[in-house]
């Protein structure tokens, strides 16, 4: 067991002048005063990656910019479950005696660092190099296949994927650093301009800047104890076009080595971070994981089930498609979410429950996936 000792998250949106490592710097700061701790607390760093700073060592580099003497760095790189995947490491790392206090920290200035074309670019390289990426699917395209699929075997409608984006929005309202807070409906959602058919604009996350740190460590900090109790990955094929089929992709498989690691199961589950890409992403992650049933994540949130006062809260700081999303920090904002939850700190965002929580993030698409279970003492 680790516990989560201090998280920090940047506002996420456009920053004009700053850099990855400018950003990370201020997230990791910022975790480290949440947690009470100096820079050299720290013997343990694992930073993300960063697309518009690929460098090979970009973990002592990170050590050397922020002033870090770690024992331990390593750079970690598993697409958008690269944030949670630290995570684990850094849970394991401790749980070992490796390291007694880890950093974990991404960011990066995808919005202002790179042109739209390049973020496209270097992004649809998840692809297969020989049978998808000379076809030149973007991930929305590949995304958009998924969605359709999704709606053929679930008689689903674009409807039902709007309400997850109108309810991601309306969480990120209460959020003063979320990238978008205007307020949207299902219908706005539905007459927003296509993307990658089925799926609208409001369908998909933004490209953000931003930074995210969390501190991981073998004791309780100066908060309410929040503790690691399990960690488990599941990688089933990288490229979906040799996925066995598009329904099942390793979610439900990971949570429930989480939960069962942890002694828990679903009914004991009070708050949800999932990932959320796309709205198809959440959607299928919730119903495979079995948080809602087949075909129905969007009746659900429609219905207020996913609400902060509702049986599930659910990315209650806005998730990837309001929030934002700047790489591997993009997920890292729903643990930092997720700590402020369980320590009571989430102001006008804060839920009556959230005692036991479970996070699950991809890489890829739907390629990746790692399950995070936290309690609260």
């Known amino acids: 067991m680790s516990f989560l000792l201090g998280s920090g998250l940047t506002r996420f949106g456009r920053h004009d002048g700053r850099t990855a490592l400018d950003l990370m710097s201020e997230a990791a700061a ?10 050299g607390d720290i013997d343990g760093l694992i930073c993300g990656y960063a697309t518009t700073m690929p460098h090979i060592m970009l973990a002592t580099v990170f050590a050397e910019h922020f002033g870090l003497k770690p024992t331990y760095a390593h750079a970690v790189q598993v697409g958008g479950a690269t944030g949670f995947a630290m995570t ?37 390289q998840t692809g297969h190099p020989a049978y998808e990426v000379p076809l030149g699917p973007t991930i929305p395209a590949y995304y ?24 991601m929005r309306r969480n990120a309202v209460r959020h003063p650093g979320a990238h978008f807070r205007d307020p ?36 309780p900090g100066r908060h309410a104890p929040v503790a690691i109790r399990a960690a488990t990955q599941i990688h089933t094929s990288q490229h979906v076009s040799a996925a066995p089929d598009l329904g099942t992709f390793g979610a439900g498989r990971s949570t429930a080595r989480a939960l069962e ?30 948080l809602a049933p087949r075909g ?27 929030y934002g999303h700047c790489g591997v920090a993009g997920a890292m904002a729903h643990l930092a979410e997720t700590h402020l939850q369980m320590t009571g700190r989430a102001g006008e965002r804060q839920v009556p429950r959230a005692g036991v929580a479970l996070l699950h993030g991809d890489g890829g698409v739907l390629s990746s996936h790692v399950s995070l279970v936290l309690e609260a003492a």
Do not use: W
């Not at 706005?188 to 501190?215: E, H, N, Q, W």
């Open 30 to 39: 910022a975790a480290l005063a949440d947690a009470g701790l100096e820079r």
């Open 88 to 124: 684990m490491l850094a849970h394991l790392l401790v749980e070992s005696g490796a390291a007694r206090r880890v950093l974990v920290v991404g960011g990066e200035n995808r919005m202002t660092g790179q042109s739209r074309d390049a973020s496209i670019q270097a992004l649809a």
């Open 144 to 167: 958009g296949l998924v969605a359709s699929r999704y709606m053929h075997e679930h008689g689903s409608t674009q409807a039902d994927f709007a309400e997850l984006a109108a309810l």
């Open 184 to 219: 949207i409906t299902a219908a706005d959602v539905l007459a927003s301009r296509p993307i990658a058919t089925p799926l609208k604009v409001l369908d998909c996350c933004p490209v953000s800047d931003g930074g995210c740190a969390v501190v991981i460590g073998r004791e």
């Open 261 to 290: 690691a942890a002694g828990r199961s679903l009914a004991d589950v009070e708050y949800g971070a999932i990932y959320d890409s796309f709205t198809v992403t959440l959607a299928l992650l919730l119903e495979e994981i079995g």
């Open 296 to 322: 129905g994540s969007g009746r659900l949130a429609r219905d207020g089930h996913f609400e902060l006062d509702g049986p599930l809260p659910l990315n209650t700081h806005g998730g990837l498609l309001s």
